[in-house]
């Protein structure tokens, strides 16, 4: 890695961010990153010092093999330590910390007239209330609880709640509906949910969805929660409960209302204390063949990483107002709105709403009320807020809108951290410190303290210099996942078969001849739409599920708001026809069993798929029909080319 000589445009850390930064200009980084590479002992025992331990490590800080040649893949760090995620990211703060009266979040509702503060105190009783009520009932340290909430205050709740006792949290995505692996599995795990949530304008009945999955795993105990008066005005509340309460059914020995148990439950609860590599989490990320992993993180290593990522890359101070627009129900959320932030007591805004409601200037709204200094969110919305200013030429912008965007992007002087990570690295890897890295636009720089990457070739060679290939990491960080739950095989297989020695993350990348780092994108059957993470098998699956359809076939095409968007390939059976309506009903089928990320943009009819002689679908050609590029380059190892011409003159229908 070398200083930056580059001619091309680089943006520069303006200078007072870095009087009083962390990690204050490019050597600084240098120097601490050599720190954490040559001496990572040192390195990681100075950052566990901060925290509580009820008994100190006795080995390593890390420890790890990641050469299945030698033996089962495993990485552990602070073995022999106690400690309690959720009395480092609390108790921590009220008791040694005097932040008690600091606000830990400010959390605005789906409509701008609900919103509450909640301090770090007021929090802290909150858990340990909830965390009798799950102990009541009968949940013990390493259960899984299953939670399916929407983002209002409980969520954080009974996440730390989970922390606090020892038990496990999965928290469902809700772009996951009945078909959601976690109730299919059978675990001991107890279920968590509200009863309904407004998203925009709409309803959503979480209590049915729930009963539906429940229904198919019989074995669970559900705790309802009220739509929180917190959550909603009294009007809203009566109403919203009428039209649900219609068609829900309330199960006297299942069902248990958070109400009324919070009520009644003490609000001091002694933490569990744990094992620094027992789990603190299970979280589902699409896997490549359309199952999902359970990507299980450990509570010492996940605390460590979480809390320094979250100082440095955001450069974190006591003053700051800090906001992440990700959903807690994915890695992003885990780390960045719950775990990071509160392990450094910070100050966050939590929101329950969606970015145009009620209407295109909301973000920019809350930015101004809660007067945010630190703004973390998703490449496809900046893309909608630039898609929706490009878009209202000829008529009066919203004032939020325009300040936001002249101030922010307009005056160049906040630093864009562009942070790649996954839900398997539990934190970032590749991230530019904001007062640190001369930023190049599109590249995420360089990698964070203690992760070394490597990129290679197909061959598994290591490429030096200005190169392309996979992006590989040689050495655990303490916050890299551990294992897939129940499922240390696939875990081993994905990550680790395809170049022993090195943690293998499916991405592609690029070095420049400055060392900075380019994501390519996936280099599997993986899609990116919005940032969040699918599989064509996923996609393909849901399709099949429809009478019509005998084969189905999935691509990615650019998209200038979504990133990439899917385009699907439908064979239909004998005598069916392809129309509107098919169409329709293919596409509310993905959303239903997927969600409504997955929704496909396009649909198209296709007679025959390009396959190889061995029956294998051709998805390069695929993905060249759907962005129609016509130089389709060598076509030998098709059964049948004819095929392509037909795709491509169908392309037009394509609805
Ligand atoms: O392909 C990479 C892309 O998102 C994938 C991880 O998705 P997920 O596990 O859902 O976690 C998302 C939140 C961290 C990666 O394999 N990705 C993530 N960050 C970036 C990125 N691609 C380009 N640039 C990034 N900054």
Redesign the pocket.
């Known amino acids: 890695m070398v200083v930056p000589e580059s001619q091309e445009k680089m943006y520069y850390p303006p200078v007072e961010l870095q009087r009083n930064a962390h990690v204050p200009d490019f050597n600084s980084y240098l120097v601490m990153y050599k720190k954490s590479l040559e001496n990572p002992e040192a390195f990681w025992r100075e950052v566990a010092d901060e925290f509580f331990w009820k008994k100190p490590a006795t080995g390593p800080m890390l420890q790890h093999n990641f050469d299945m040649t030698k033996g089962n893949i495993f990485v552990n760090c602070m073995e022999g330590a106690k400690t309690n995620m959720c009395y480092n990211v609390l108790d921590r703060h009220v008791k040694e910390g005097k932040l008690g009266e600091k606000v830990a979040y400010y959390w605005e509702g789906n409509s701008p007239d609900h919103h509450m503060t909640i301090t770090y105190r007021q929090l802290l009783s909150h858990v340990c209330r909830c965390a009798n009520v799950l102990k009541q009932m009968g949940v013990k340290r390493g259960d899984r609880v299953s939670i399916y909430l929407p983002m209002i205050p409980e969520l954080i709740v009974t996440m730390l709640a989970c922390a606090r006792i020892g038990a496990v949290h999965s928290i469902v995505v809700r772009k996951v509906t009945f078909n959601h692996p976690m109730p299919r599995d059978k675990g001991q795990d107890k279920v968590l949910c509200v009863y309904g949530v407004y998203r925009g304008e709409k309803l959503i009945n979480l209590k049915q969805i729930s009963d539906e999955a429940l229904e198919k795993c019989r074995e669970k105990l559900l705790l309802v929660m009220g739509l929180s008066p917190w959550n909603m005005n009294p009007k809203m509340y009566k109403s919203c409960i009428k039209s649900i309460i219609q068609d829900m059914q309330v199960s006297s020995q299942r069902d248990v209302w958070w109400d009324e148990v919070m009520r009644d439950s003490p609000d001091e609860c002694e933490p569990e204390w744990m094992d620094a590599e027992d789990p603190l989490f299970i979280l589902y ?2 896997g490549s063949t359309g199952k999902p992993k359970g ?1 299980v993180h450990t509570v010492a290593g996940y605390l460590l990483y979480t809390s320094l990522t979250f100082r440095y890359v955001f450069d974190h101070h006591p003053d700051d107002v800090y906001w992440c627009t ?1 959903d807690i129900g ?3 959320g885990h ?1 960045y709105i719950t775990y990071g932030p509160l392990a450094n007591g910070a100050t966050s805004v939590l929101f329950e709403g969606l970015p145009v409601h009620p209407h295109v200037g909301r973000f920019w709204e809350i930015i101004e009320k809660y007067k945010v200094t630190k703004f973390y969110t ?2 496809t919305a900046i893309r909608l807020a630039e898609h929706q200013i490009l878009g209202t030429v000829g008529e009066p912008i919203n004032p939020e809108a325009w300040r936001w965007y002249h101030e922010v992007v307009g005056q160049g002087r906040c630093p864009v951290v ?8 539990g934190g ?1 890897v ?2 530019p410190l904001p007062a640190a890295t001369p930023l190049k636009p ?1 590249s ?1 720089t360089f990698p964070f303290f203690g992760v070394e990457p490597a990129i290679l070739n197909e061959h598994g060679e290591e490429l030096e210099g200005v190169t392309e290939g996979y992006l590989v990491f040689r050495k655990p960080w303490p916050g890299i996942m551990r294992t897939i739950y129940k499922n240390q095989e696939l875990f081993e297989n994905t990550y680790f078969r395809k170049f022993p020695g090195f943690y293998v ?3 592609g990348c690029r070095r420049d001849k400055d060392g900075y780092y380019w ?1 390519t ?2 280099i599997d059957d ?1 899609l ?1 739409v919005s ?3 699918m599989s064509t098998a996923e996609v393909e699956a849901a399709l099949m599920l429809h009478q019509s359809v005998s084969e189905a076939a999935v691509v990615s095409r650019p998209h200038k708001v979504k990133g990439e968007c899917l385009y699907c390939f439908v064979t239909l059976k004998d005598s069916k026809e392809f129309n509107c309506k098919l169409v329709e009903d293919l596409k509310r089928l993905v959303r239903e069993k997927i969600g409504p990320i997955a929704t496909p943009d396009f649909i198209q009819n296709a007679p025959a798929l390009p396959k190889t002689r061995s029956g294998k679908i051709m998805r390069r050609i695929l993905r060249q029909i759907a962005r129609n590029e016509k130089d389709l380059g060598d076509l030998s190892t098709l059964a049948d080319p004819k095929v392509v011409e037909v795709l491509f003159n169908q392309r037009s229908e394509a609805a």
């Open positions: 990320t699409s990507v990700a994915w890695i992003t780390s998703a490449p562009d942070t790649f990570w996954q839900t398997e690295t970032h590749l991230t599109g995420a993350t499916g991405d994501i994108g996936r993986m990116n940032g969040h993470l």
